[in-house]
C-alpha cells in the first residue's frame, strides 16, 4: 500500500510538473568539460545535449582553461566560462602551494572573455593559504565569481578577508545541512549556493524534503542548479541527471522554480560588468 501510494504521489508530481517545468530554461552553473571529456565529446556535441535538455545558459569551467573557451568558441550566448585554475588533475591538491599562481591568473583574466574563476577545491586547514587568499582577491577586484568546492570554515575566512567577493559554494558545500546552509546564506549576502549532485538529498526518491523544502522558499534568490559533469561518463548522463533537477523543481512553486532554474544565475551574471 505504501508503494502504491508512493507511486501515484510521484505519478501526480510528474504529471503536474510536466506542462510547467517542460519549458522551464535551465541555467546549469556548474559544468566541466576537462580534456578527458573532449576527447569523447567535440564542442558541438556538447552543445546539442545541452540544448536537447533546455539549457539555455550554462557556467563552464574545465583545464586546461582552453577546453572551456573551445566550447565557448562556438557557443558563446550559451556559454559563460570559468576560468579554471588548474592545468592538470594533479593541480586539484598542488594549486595552494603555487606561489607563480595568482600572477598567471591574472595575465589570463586580462585577456579572455572570463565571467568566473574556479572550480577551487580547499579543505579548512588550507583557509590561510596566501595562494588563495591572493585568488579571492583578485577575482574581487575584477568582480567575477568565485565557485568553491570547500569547507563552511573556508566560507567564513574568504568574506573576512574580502567583504566584496561573490561566491558559488559548489554542491551547498562539503556538509549540506539546510541548518548550516540557512546560517552561511544569512551572514554573507555575496554567497550563493550550487545544488549541483545534492539532488538525493534535496529530494530523496524524487519527493523533495521538507527541511530543503523550507529552505528553499526562504532564500528562493540564492540557489542555482548544475548537473556537474566532473567526469566524461556525466555527459551520457546528463538528461537523466537533469531530470531529476526538474523533478523537484517541479514541486515549487512556479516562481520559486524559475528563480532557481534559471533567473538567479543570470541576474548574477548580468549584474557583471
Ligand atoms: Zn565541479
Known amino acids: 500500500m505504501r508503494v502504491l501510494s508512493r507511486l501515484l504521489f510521484l505519478l501526480a508530481v510528474v504529471l503536474y510538473a510536466l506542462p510547467a517545468m517542460a519549458n522551464q530554461p535551465l541555467f546549469d552553473a556548474h559544468l566541466h568539460y576537462d580534456i578527458d571529456s573532449a576527447g569523447d565529446y567535440a564542442p558541438g556535441e556538447i552543445v546539442a545535449i545541452l540544448q536537447a535538455n533546455g539549457v539555455k545558459r550554462a557556467v563552464v569551467t574545465s583545464y586546461p582553461p582552453s577546453q572551456a573557451l573551445s566550447l565557448y568558441d562556438v557557443a558563446p550566448e550559451l556559454v559563460v566560462p570559468f576560468l579554471g585554475v588548474y592545468r592538470t588533475p594533479e593541480d586539484k591538491q598542488a594549486w595552494v602551494r603555487d606561489t607563480r599562481l595568482a600572477a598567471r591568473l591574472e595575465r589570463m583574466l586580462s585577456d579572455g572573455p572570463w565571467r568566473g574563476v574556479g572550480e577551487l577545491h580547499l579543505f579548512a586547514e588550507q583557509r590561510l593559504s596566501p595562494v588563495f587568499l591572493r ?24 568574506f573576512e578577508h574580502s567583504p566584496n ?83 523537484w523543481l517541479g ?23
Open 165 to 247: 567577493a561573490q561566491v558559488i559554494w559548489a554542491h551547498a558545500g562539503t556538509y549540506p545541512y539546510p541548518q548550516l546552509l540557512r546560517d552561511y546564506l544569512d551572514r554573507y549576502h555575496r554567497l550563493y549556493v550550487d545544488l549541483s549532485v545534492r539532488d538525493e538529498r534535496i529530494a530523496p526518491d524524487g519527493e523533495l524534503d521538507p527541511d530543503w523544502e523550507n529552505l528553499l522558499w526562504e532564500y528562493p534568490d540564492r540557489f542555482l542548479i548544475g548537473v556537474d559533469t566532473f567526469r566524461a561518463e556525466r555527459w551520457a548522463d546528463y538528461g537523466n541527471v537533469a531530470a531529476r533537477i526538474r523533478g
Open 251 to 273: 514541486q515549487l512553486p512556479e516562481n520559486v522554480s524559475a528563480q532557481i532554474a534559471y533567473r538567479n544565475a543570470l541576474g548574477l551574471f548580468e549584474s557583471a560588468p
Open 135 to 158: 585568488i579571492v582577491e583578485l577575482a574581487t577586484r575584477h568582480r567575477l565569481p568565485l565557485l568553491m568546492h570547500c569547507d563552511p570554515a573556508v566560507i567564513d575566512t574568504l
